[in-house]
């Protein structure tokens, strides 16, 4: 059975469980909800929580044992033979699971039976064509480990699935029995799902802390593996980024390094000054009517795909900056280039800058306004002594929130500033950020083993340490002017 349906019918059966506890915790009482401890959605949801947080949680624990279970078990089938050069363990596991895939696909499209599947030999052309049958197309030659792992593959995992859905129906069956015994009108079912409730949060946010734990851990581990094979001295300070799957590769980042802020700066020089222009005079200045038009045309800019944004710094915005600056100047012939990238990169962010700060410099007192205006200051004045300075720590978030997206960009530097790794200051020339070598480094059929595939995270890590410094700087700011103004 699959997952799908597996949580539907919990759903289905909490919901039951709903119903029929509220009815029970009456019936309990002669229908006098007054003579009950709790209200009567309270018994109705107290079974309908103990039939599916218990079950939900064995689907969850279920699915990641059964994912480390069956990868380990497969993997053992495979021989070193099967691994060419060129290759390694977690691509021949990669055929192994779209070679599994396949075959299920066979037998649910009624294209072969589960023992035809079962009794297939290693015969290149017989796996093709049963292959070909259903629309899926593999390129590596099948060996006899390979078709043997694949059908162990999805043996185990169909066989899993029954036993899975067996398992957790079992769980919500025992929890609403449970819940359902325990109604009765006496029974503090408020305190109960309160409780329960309580826990699901504490929860949810333990959930988010681990999945920051988790990314880090899992950026050190791999960073590390990578510091092994590759001098971290010439990772930080190289000049030269010159990857080689064949060996003699030039890992420096500091062309990268220098990319990245240079495009992220070009885009905050745009960003923050109009940005935050646009808010004083939206928040101080504009009319409700102008407000209301203003504001929802200024945020749909945020809502246009980075790929729209490329394509524009493409064919439109690299272009033009090429004919009436670059080449009359003489500093460049490409349309490609970080000033590109950073223009167009810059108004995409605006949003983040100017809707955050209109909200945060409307969120102080008016009384502050009139108090200063009171003392004789005039408009412009009250808003750069008094206003500001109020919301400098939403404004600070705001910058620094359009900083880590414009840092973290991708496709606008892709299409707008070219791959060109380079150290320069023309802001004519192209060049190219972490992210875009990050994602070159992971595309296609890499060697998670290789120095070159390992430096994505070396590279990802370097990013999430510069925005932590950037979190870093914006509370020492915060706090700074926070305690003048106070």
Same mark, same amino acid.
């Given at each position: 059975?699959?997952?799908?349906?597996?949580?539907?019918?919990?759903?289905?059966?909490?919901?039951?469980?709903? $119903?029929?506890?509220?009815?029970?915790?009456?019936?309990?009482?002669?229908?006098?909800?007054?003579?009950?401890?709790?209200?009567?959605?309270?018994?109705?949801?107290? !079974?309908?929580?103990?039939?599916?947080?218990?079950?939900?949680?064995?689907?969850?624990?279920?699915?990641?044992?059964?994912?480390?279970?069956?990868?380990?078990?497969?993997? +053992?089938?495979?021989?070193?033979?099967?691994?060419?050069?060129?290759?390694?363990?977690?691509?021949?596991?990669?055929?192994?699971?779209?070679?599994?895939?396949?075959?299920?696909?066979?037998?649910?499209?009624?294209?072969?039976?589960?023992?035809?599947?079962?009794?297939? =030999?290693?015969?290149? =052309?017989?796996?093709?064509?049963?292959?070909?049958?259903?629309?899926?197309?593999?390129?590596?030659?099948?060996?006899?480990?390979?078709?043997?792992? %694949?059908?162990?593959?999805?043996?185990?995992?169909?066989?899993?699935?029954?036993?899975?859905?067996?398992?957790?129906?079992?769980?919500?069956?025992?929890?609403?029995?449970?819940?359902?015994?325990?109604?009765?009108?006496?029974?503090?079912?408020?305190?109960?799902?309160?409780?329960?409730?309580?826990?699901?949060?504490?929860?949810?946010?333990?959930?988010?802390?681990?999945?920051?734990?988790?990314?880090?851990?899992?950026? !050190?581990?791999?960073?590390?593996?990578?510091?092994?094979?590759?001098?971290?001295?010439?990772?930080?300070?190289?000049?030269?980024?010159?990857?080689?799957?064949?060996?003699?590769?030039?890992?420096?980042?500091? *062309?990268?390094?220098?990319?990245?802020?240079? !495009? +992220?700066?070009?885009?905050?020089?745009? %960003?923050?000054?109009?940005?935050?222009?646009?808010?004083?005079?939206? +928040?101080?200045?504009?009319?409700?009517?102008?407000?209301?038009?203003?504001?929802?045309?200024?945020?749909?800019?945020?809502?246009? *795909?980075?790929?729209?944004?490329?394509?524009?710094?493409?064919?439109?915005?690299?272009?033009?900056?090429?004919?009436?600056?670059?080449?009359?100047?003489?500093?460049?012939?490409?349309?490609? +280039?970080?000033?590109?990238?950073?223009?167009?990169?810059?108004?995409?962010?605006?949003?983040?800058?100017?809707?955050?700060?209109?909200?945060?410099?409307? %969120?102080?007192?008016?009384?502050?306004?009139?108090?200063?205006?009171?003392?004789?200051?005039?408009?412009?004045?009250?808003?750069?002594?008094?206003?500001? *300075?109020?919301?400098?720590?939403?404004?600070?978030?705001?910058?620094?929130?359009?900083?880590?997206?414009?840092?973290?960009?991708?496709?606008?530097?892709?299409?707008?500033?070219?791959?060109?790794?380079?150290?320069?200051?023309?802001?004519?020339?192209?060049?190219?950020?972490?992210?875009?070598? $990050?994602?070159?480094?992971?595309?296609?059929?890499?060697?998670?083993?290789?120095?070159?595939?390992?430096?994505?995270?070396?590279?990802?890590?370097?990013?999430?340490?510069?925005?932590?410094?950037?979190?870093?700087?914006?509370?020492?700011?915060?706090?700074?002017?926070?305690?003048?103004?106070?």
């Amino acid at each position: 059975m699959s997952v799908f349906w597996t949580i539907l019918i919990v759903l289905a059966l909490a919901a039951l469980g709903y $119903i029929l506890g509220r009815q029970k915790a009456l019936n309990s009482v002669g229908g006098d909800s007054r003579r009950m401890h709790s209200l009567p959605r309270y018994y109705g949801w107290n !079974v309908a929580i103990f039939t599916m947080v218990p079950a939900f949680l064995v689907l969850i624990a279920w699915m990641f044992a059964q994912a480390e279970y069956v990868e380990r078990h497969v993997t +053992s089938m495979i021989e070193p033979a099967d691994i060419g050069e060129g290759s390694n363990l977690s691509l021949v596991m990669a055929d192994v699971r779209r070679l599994a895939s396949g075959l299920e696909t066979a037998i649910s499209t009624g294209a072969m039976t589960a023992d035809q599947v079962m009794a297939l =030999d290693a015969s290149k =052309d017989d796996i093709r064509g049963m292959l070909g049958k259903v629309g899926v197309a593999f390129g590596s030659d099948v060996t006899p480990h390979i078709l043997a792992a %694949a059908q162990n593959y999805r043996e185990i995992v169909s066989a899993a699935s029954v036993y899975r859905a067996i398992a957790v129906l079992a769980v919500a069956l025992i929890g609403f029995a449970y819940a359902y015994a325990q109604t009765n009108g006496s029974f503090w079912a408020r305190n109960r799902v309160e409780q329960v409730t309580l826990g699901l949060l504490i929860l949810c946010s333990m959930i988010a802390i681990a999945t920051t734990v988790g990314i880090i851990l899992s950026m !050190v581990f791999e960073t590390g593996h990578f510091f092994g094979q590759y001098s971290w001295t010439e990772f930080f300070f190289g000049t030269t980024w010159s990857p080689n799957f064949h060996g003699n590769s030039q890992l420096g980042m500091l *062309p990268l390094l220098w990319g990245t802020l240079y !495009v +992220s700066a070009i885009a905050l020089a745009v %960003a923050v000054p109009i940005g935050l222009f646009a808010a004083i005079y939206m +928040s101080e200045y504009a009319s409700p009517r102008f407000r209301s038009i203003a504001k929802p045309a200024i945020e749909v800019l945020a809502g246009i *795909p980075t790929i729209v944004y490329g394509l524009f710094a493409l064919i439109t915005v690299g272009p033009l900056l090429r004919d009436w600056l670059a080449q009359p100047l003489g500093l460049g012939n490409s349309g490609s +280039s970080v000033m590109t990238a950073g223009l167009v990169m810059g108004v995409m962010i605006i949003p983040f800058v100017s809707s955050l700060s209109d909200d945060i410099i409307n %969120a102080v007192p008016q009384s502050l306004r009139d108090g200063s205006l009171g003392l004789g200051a005039t408009p412009s004045e009250t808003i750069r002594q008094v206003v500001l *300075p109020a919301a400098l720590p939403g404004i600070v978030g705001a910058v620094l929130l359009a900083a880590s997206r414009a840092i973290g960009e991708t496709m606008i530097v892709v299409l707008g500033a070219g791959a060109a790794a380079k150290l320069s200051l023309n802001p004519f020339e192209a060049m190219t950020t972490i992210t875009v070598k $990050i994602v070159s480094q992971l595309t296609g059929d890499t060697d998670f083993a290789a120095p070159e595939t390992l430096v994505a995270f070396a590279l990802g890590l370097t990013l999430f340490v510069i925005t932590l410094g950037l979190n870093i700087l914006a509370l020492y700011i915060v706090r700074k002017y926070r305690e003048q103004y106070e």
